[in-house]
């Protein structure tokens, strides 16, 4: 920690403010420059709140110096994480893509989608089985109900299954069925849902919230990592901002940003970063060409009767035409798909 | 629903666009307008996704004209709700104030911050069992231990109680000690929990998310209204914006604008919006000024060894003094405290 | 300038960051902690891009621990600035209100506007002779004639005048007709502008920009400053959002993180904050609790008719009511209007 | 504009609220929904300030539904507004990269750099002559004598020249000198200097201020294509929100969207979108893989002594590998380069 004090400060100031970061179990070192003097507190202590020091008489600024995630940083593990998913590998060279609807609805339509998604080269089925829904009369998801069907149309593609978590009591049922977890945008900071996955032995795949800072998002996947569990998937899928011709505003700068910063995987979901069909392609090819190891699509076979999110949902031959050119993208720049 | 169509557009477009709405079971309202057709789609679906419209060919923009809030709306109740809870009402003519430490730490500290926030004039006693903390290595909350604590603390000095519940499993165990669930911002739309809180008897303080639009915190109150709770309190506590000097940004004209669109009451929380001491008394002072039912204030004693949130807590004389200018603000605007 | 180091950097690299720091023309101070070394880079460069350092192999974090404006800190003039003007004191323990119509119009609208203005109490008149609209189609203002009816009307009532600057061209023309040159939010950072304002003598009202962090409106207060003006009046009016309810939002936090970092005066307006009229009132209110040594707000004789801004201009007897209300909040908190 | 009244509103409320509607010279079309009544307000008044509506008494809802732009709208325009500048076109099929230093220093470092980024097969040279910059004491460009060496540096290359006008007066300045005015994000909304350059004979290249929405950015087009010059050229550099460890938020998303409102070119800045070099080679591949019609891109010889922007400019070999892979995506997507 770095304290910048006031200009012209007593010495008695100074001297108590050296005690209380002592108290602290800080040692401090002490930097007198042009026009002020700056203390180095040292001493690692990842959760001290440094406003403490901020209300003190006579301190300017202060700055954290370390990172406040340990586990997600790429300082403390510096080769990617590669996650193994029945031989599916997120994080490695190849792309991986998650495809499939918003929701389970029944039987043929997962079981249809499921097809499509295979068909068209990609690996992981994504699918609703309980949904976060802003208004409390939209359709709610299938349950367990959708679990299974999700899981049976799966297997019959040979497909890897990830599906939403939304309350610690379901964990269990959850891991029953799919091979990884979702955790929705508006639960990152549900701290006990956290907690509970990172107990879990399946991978998680954490989205990153509306209001979320990138630094807030390895802060969330280290309270998974700090659980147990090493297996975290980051996922970038829009922020809040002004804007109002997009459902969010699609932060694409965050894919390298977190090559840097963390070795966990970033996949990239423009589906609900855009909110409408027509500019899914486009932003699936800019994650790709921006580095994401791996996109997740809304893929519908009647979008228009889709009992949630219809409009954002690919056709399959939209789908088909994405895999295709997200392919080539990838090899320019030097991945597999 | 107001559909406005694009220029130019040909007949057989406009009867699909027609035949869709009505399949969707809307009946339809057509205008030539100078420049371009306009439909209006009649019926009340609260629910449907207007997307599903805006993707059908020849759609130029389209308009939800009704709210998709019913029972949280001022034009569905006019009169303003008023919570009693054990003789103190929140949302009437007082100004009520919620006070307290952070997170209680142990039985010395909540009883002498108990006895400062009743002696200051203040009838609801607040501070957190359950903590919902950002970094997984810090103070997690005393767990039930701690309400026990707060319970007792807030009795012997005739206070109503309020705690934060985190988990939908506590729920019980929060009933048992509490007179108001306080649902923090990061879980406004945690919707298992507003599903569970929405069928508890204690009234229900629901915090706006960083993230939230004002019509979304009004779409999570209407889960709880929806589940069969009638006492709902809403909380401003600031939103997240590109300015750094403060914490978050404390949105006071949400007040006013919630008192037009609402008929629920609206507390306005300055210490977490601000993160700062010294900025909570003028932004208290604000918050009475422009119209809020109450205000929370974090309170300790020692804040300086506070396990959470020290920085921006008051010390007790501090709060005597905002206790006093809040009243005679109240004075100004007509109302009591 | 404060550089965290990443961790196990080679000694090498250590001495090629501090050889280009002190080609920068820092002297360099070593600091090793637990699990980081930091240097300290002592020196004064208020224009240093600290990026130049953040790129070097091996840095992980710069901070810059000077602020980056100077004149128009509060740790480079310790008292309140005021300004004086013809024997209006903003800035002083007196709160003062800027009124008028968003622009002039007529002789006669400017000239019954005034005297309503005069009546209630108010000292300041504001008009706009040159107007900033987003539509290229929408009235762009009298310009100098506006300019002559407005200095006339406030002569007529005693009262001091404030009008808006859009071109560097026009500064001389404003110069001769009004009191306080008002530079609008969309110009704060038109460098070109705040250099000719800043060699005027004639004080200015700096507005605060839609993405303007108060550090950037401190930066362009500097601009003027350091031309050699040093009557500069801030002006805290709203900052784009995501929330959509309100035209932009009222950081009224502002007003005191102002006070405290800077010693220029701060005004809040908070009709084009808010947008709307009803929202004007209380808002006002909240202003001046927070703190505010003034406010400016649009008033009119007839808003259905204005031809720019009349939905958010008061009505005269709106206006009067205001005038009643602040004032009582003033006293509350020690200062006189 | 469509008008939805308040709930069992008054028939005499109603009346009233027509004839308002009237006299401001809309037709008025009644349609009496299942809980509301709604009213089509028909009439084309691009200007018309619809919170004039908004007040009125039994108004709940006003949406203007014609886009406040016309010329720069796509429904306007049906195809793509090419622009032939000395034959190079942008707008077309080819995408044009403009790139060179941030600001022009010296006869050397111009001559040097105009060389790299035509040898690397780039069409337009970039580099600023009048720099805006947030510190007043900052290198502020050299002026006439930066736009002759520029001039002369990209005769010798064979290049057009792009470079940024801050003031009205200079216009003819720049005339003499560029091919391509520039309008940088701050002065997106500099009326004045819009219709200036709207009344040029030189393309200009408008970039979107930080906190503009798309609907902002298309109506300051707008102000330059009602002044009479066809040839606007639109700039997506990043956007401000919340997020921290990039310098602006890159809005990737806006490219597609700007393609489906505007006929206009859309040219992607990632430099000063994201401020660190690192990050510039992937995002400018994104904005490719997203449909831009050409980037701009900061490249220096010397980029640590450059006396602006240097942490953000390519190294010269940084730069050839740029072109090299947006070459090849610009393939996948079936564009030349």
């Known amino acids: 920690m770095v304290i910048v004090l006031e200009k012209n400060i007593s010495e008695e100031k100074i001297e108590t403010i ?8 800080f040692s401090v070192h002490k930097s ?8 180095g507190a040292i001493g690692v202590h990842p959760t001290f709140d440094i406003r403490k020091v901020k209300v003190l008489d006579g301190v300017s600024e202060v700055y954290r110096i370390t990172e406040p995630y340990k586990l997600a940083s790429r300082s403390f593990k510096k080769e990617n994480t590669e996650i193994n998913i029945n031989g599916v590998i997120v994080g490695g060279n190849e792309i991986e893509v998650m495809a499939g609807p ?37 359709f709610q998801g299938l349950g367990e109900e959708g679990l299974k ?41 549900n701290f006990p849902l956290l907690k509970v996955v990172g107990k879990s032995n399946k991978p998680v795949m954490l989205k990153r919230g509306l209001a979320a800072r990138v630094e807030d998002l ?10 147990g569990n090493p297996n975290v998937i980051l996922c970038e899928r829009g922020i809040r901002t002004f ?8 932060d ?32 699936a090819r800019a994650a ?40 080539l993208i990838a090899e320019v720049i030097g991945r597999k798909m």
Chains 1, 2, 3, 4 share one sequence.
């Not at 050296?18 to 179990?25: A, G, N, S």
């Not at 007198?32 to 203390?39: A, H, S």
């Not at 809304?298 to 997200?326: C, R, T, W, Y």
Request: proline content about 5%.
């Open 102 to 138: 918003c929701a389970i609805e029944n039987e043929d339509q997962i079981f249809e989608i499921a097809k499509i998604v295979a068909d068209a080269g990609a690996k992981i089925l994504r699918g609703g089985a309980f949904k976060p829904r802003t208004s409390p009369y939209s």
């Open 243 to 250: 804007e109002t011709y997009t459902r969010n505003t699609f």
């Open 149 to 189: 069907l999700l899981r049976k149309a799966a297997d019959e593609n040979n497909l890897v299954v990830i599906s939403e978590l939304m309350e610690t009591k379901q964990v269990h049922l959850l891991e029953e069925y799919v091979d990884i977890i979702q955790i929705g945008a508006r639960n990152m900071q």
């Open 18 to 25: 050296i005690k209380k970061l002592e108290e602290f179990k």
């Open 252 to 283: 694409i700068s965050a894919i390298p940003v977190i090559h840097k910063r963390s070795h966990l995987p970033i996949i990239a979901d423009p589906s609900h970063a855009i909110g409408i069909r027509d500019k899914v392609l486009p932003m």
């Open 288 to 327: 790709i060409a921006a580095g994401a190891d791996g996109i997740m699509i809304e893929v519908h076979n009647h979008p228009e009767q889709a009992l949630s999110d219809g409009p954002q949902s690919l056709l399959p031959d939209q789908f088909a035409e994405l895999m295709k050119q997200i392919k």
């Open 218 to 227: 390895l802060m969330s996947a280290e309270y998974i990592l700090a659980s």
């Open 32 to 39: 007198t420059g042009v026009e002020q003097i700056v203390l």
